[in-house]
Structure formats: C-alpha cells, structure tokens
C-alpha cells in the first residue's frame, strides 16, 4: 500500500493551490470585480451618461430663467482730402474730416413659457433615475461575468492540480511495476501498460493546463489584471433552504434591478403623456423687453459727447394650439402614441414581474437539483477512493493490471472532478440568484442557509 494513503489525502485536498502556486499573489472576487469595473468601456459610458443626467437634473432652474442678449456697438467715419461735396459747393476738401464717433448697446431679455415646462423637472428626475438603473444593470452584467469566470478559473486551476497528483500517482505505479518488472514478478506488457499509464496523465495535465491558461488570458483582458495571481479557494459550499418563490418574490420583487427599471420605465411613459396633454392645451406665453441706447460726439459740437437715444420697449405675445383640438392633427396622434407608451410599458412591467418570479422559479429548482447532485457526488467519490485503495493493493500484490489500476484512477479523477463541477455549479447558481433578488450571496446564505453539516 506504499504512497495510497499520501495520494488519497492529497486527493482530498486537491482544492489547495500547489506549491508553485504559493508564490503568487492572491487576487480575491472583489478586488478582480473592483478592476473590471475601472477597465469595463460599458461601465464607464453608463458612468458619463448618469453624470450627465445629474448635472442636468441639477440644472432644473434654468428652464425658468430667461434668455439674455447684450449686445454693443462703435462706429466712426472719416473723409480725405479731395472729397467733393454739395455742402462744399462742389470745392474739393483739402483736409481729412472725421465724421464723429458713434457708441450703441443694447440688452434684451426673453422668456417663452409652454406647456413642457410644467412637468420638466419630473422628466429630468425620471431621466436620472433610469441612468442610474443603466449603471446598476452594466455593473450586474459585468459582476456576473467576472464571478462566473472567475470560480471557473479557479476550477480549471483545480483541475491541473488534481491532474499533476494523478501524474505522481500513475509515476509511483510505473516505478512499482518496473521494480516488479526487474524481480521477475511482472511480464513486460503490465511494465508497458504502466508506462502508457504515465503518458496518458501527462496529456491530461497539459490539457489541463493549457484550458487554465486560455481561461487566465481571457479573463486577466477582462478585467485589466497583468500580473500572474492565484484565485482564492472555492469557499465552503452552503446548502441553501428556500420557502415557496411566491414568497421570495414578495419579499424582494420591488427592490429587484428588473422590477425597478420596468416601473421606471412606465413612469417615464406616463410623464410622457401628461407632457403631450399639457402642451396641447397649454398657450404659449412669449415676454420679451429691449433695452437699446445710442450716443456719441462729432467735430459739429466740439467733440463733445452727448446722449443721442435711448428708451425701453416690451412685448408679450399668447398662442394657442388649436389644431391640437383637430382629431387626426400631428398633436393628436401625439397624444395617441403617448398613451399607446403607457399601454406598452405596463404590458413590459407585467412581463417582468412574471420573468422574474419565473427566474426564481428555476433558481431554486437548479440550486435544490445542485445540492442533491452534490450529496450523490460526495457518496460516489467515498466508494472510488475506497475502490482505488483496493486496486492499489491489488495491483502492488501483481493480482491486478496496470490498464485496470489506470482505469480505477481515471474513474476516481472522474468522480475528483465531477464533485467539483457540482459544488461549483452550486456556487455560482447561488450568486445568480442572488443578483436576481438584488442582494449579496452573503446575505442570502444568511437568511437561507441550513443548520447541520452538508459535507
């Protein structure tokens, strides 16, 4: 039984990193989620655009403020000399003449009051809020992505390092039978069979290897990490225990991402139809008042500066949209469309109340078909390693061929990696139902976990 009991503890802790491994730097699920962030493009456009709806909700005041113009103005003239005029009785001047200096300026100020304008500061409060569901529902794209990737990445390493043990394991095989080989005990075809034994684990392990490799290129290119870093362990797996989902539904649906940027869609709609409706009947009131002023001094008065006009004018003008009282005018239909938005966005509201109660549905469908698969996993891979002992011995004592003892290895590597497969199934299901229901997986394990030992 030399080395199975080393092979079967290292099995069962094929989760910890090999000692190479040990050296690099450990990247946690927030600090790679925190990069993703900094270097994800649609994140910082949802970013810029929710910047932008703030300043203008900000800006509310200035739909009330009235449009300024000033204006100003200097002007001057000069005659030279051999100039002729009726005045100088046809004599041509001998001097250069300036005609004066002339100054002007001018203030005007306007403001144009319709019916869009009363409801203004709700389409900018509803603008902001939907950009701020834009950024919430980029970062949730972009956090499912990276935590998928990330517990995969970290399967995949677990993989290569299950597949190293087993290389170790298939050697120390190889090197009994060749000893047994060497005493006479074993025909050449078992040494043989070893020795392909040994091939066939060093394909597994760069195959291994090079699915980690590709899996860390691409995600390091996702979430702007250079250096070479290790994932964090797999956490414990926790079993999870749910009541009805028209429960879990009533206790989260409003406060999902889902649920709020469907209401806030059918506000907009609705604010929407109120604006069409105020401005078709709503006048439009148009002030204006000018300030205008015009002076200046010439060689007829010394040059002396005098104040030449000035004086205030105003206006105010009233219209009113009849044709919005047309039936079929372009005011109508607009009137038309709006209220067919209202219709839409609360059929859209409807189906997402539905979609959603219908996630959760088959989230806790897929975590409870998880835990049992998980149960069964656990079971399979006590008998393989019991299993596997046995073929050891069997094969130390020469009552067993090396193809035998390779095909129990393969099948505990098997159930080695299918147990992981379910555990991270179980996993990253738990953190997708956790982003469906607007929460932490912490704070989901917390109020769904179950007492007692899963293991």
């Known amino acids: 039984m030399r080395n199975v009991f080393t092979f079967l503890l290292s099995l069962a802790l094929f989760l ?20 993703a962030e900094a270097s994800s493009i649609s994140l910082q456009q949802a970013r810029i655009l929710l910047e932008q709806t703030m300043r203008n909700q900000n800006a509310v005041m200035t739909t009330f403020m ?14 030279f000399p051999g100039n002729v005029s009726l005045s100088s009785g046809m004599t041509p001047s ?3 003449e300036f005609s004066g200096l002339n100054v002007s300026a001018g203030l005007s100020a306007s403001f144009s009051f319709n019916g869009t304008m009363i409801t203004d500061a709700e389409t900018r409060r509803i603008a902001k809020e939907g950009a701020s569901l834009t950024y919430a529902s980029s970062y949730r794209q972009v956090s499912n992505s990276i935590t998928d990737t990330y517990w995969t ?101 409003d406060a999902t991402l889902d649920i709020r940027t469907a209401r806030n869609s059918l506000l907009s709609a609705q604010n ?7 401005a078709s009947y709503v006048p439009i ?7 205008n002023y015009a002076g200046g001094a010439g060689a007829n008065n010394n040059w002396n ?31 038309k469309d709006a209220k067919d938005a209202v219709s839409i966005a609360s059929l859209s509201l409807k189906n997402a109340q ?30 393989e390693e019991k299993t596997f002992a046995l073929a050891q011995e069997s094969f130390e004592a020469g009552l067993m061929t090396a193809a035998d003892l390779n095909t129990r290895r393969n099948s505990l590597l098997s159930a080695q990696l299918s147990l992981l497969t379910a555990e991270l199934n179980q996993l990253v299901a738990s953190y997708d139902l956790s982003y469906k229901l607007g929460i932490s997986l912490e704070d989901l394990q917390n109020q769904y976990g179950t007492t007692g030992d899963n293991d």
């Open 94 to 96: 001998t001097t250069t």
């Open 16 to 35: 910890a990193p090999v000692a190479a491994a040990d050296e690099l730097p450990v990247i946690t699920l927030d600090e790679a989620l925190e990069s």
């Open 285 to 291: 009131i148009t002030v204006g008042v000018n300030y």
């Open 153 to 253: 990445l970290a399967a995949y390493k677990a993989s290569e390092d299950t597949a190293r043990l087993s290389l170790e394991n298939a050697q120390t095989s190889y090197q009994s039978a060749q000893e047994m080989y060497d005493a006479g005990l074993a025909d050449e075809l078992t040494l043989r069979e070893a020795e392909l034994m040994v091939q066939q684990a060093e394909i597994q392990v760069q195959t291994s290897a090079d699915t980690y490799a590709r899996s860390m290129s691409a995600f390091k290119n996702a979430t702007g990490i250079e250096e070479d870093f290790v994932t964090e362990p797999i956490p414990e797996t926790v079993f999870l225990s749910f009541p009805s989902p028209e429960e879990i539904y009533a206790d989260y649906a």
């Open 66 to 79: 009235p449009d300024l113009t000033l204006t100003a103005g200097l002007s001057t003239g000069a005659t």
């Open 272 to 278: 929407g139809l109120n604006t069409a409706n105020i």
């Open 354 to 383: 539905d979609t959603l109660l219908e996630d959760i549905r088959q989230s806790v469908m897929t975590i409870d078909q998880n835990q049992k698969t998980i149960e069964m996993e656990k079971t399979r891979l006590e008998t």
């Open 305 to 335: 500066y005098n104040h030449q006009t000035h004086g205030l004018t105003g206006s105010v003008n009233l219209s009113l949209p009849i044709d919005a009282m047309i039936p079929g005018s372009s005011e109508d239909m607009q009137r």
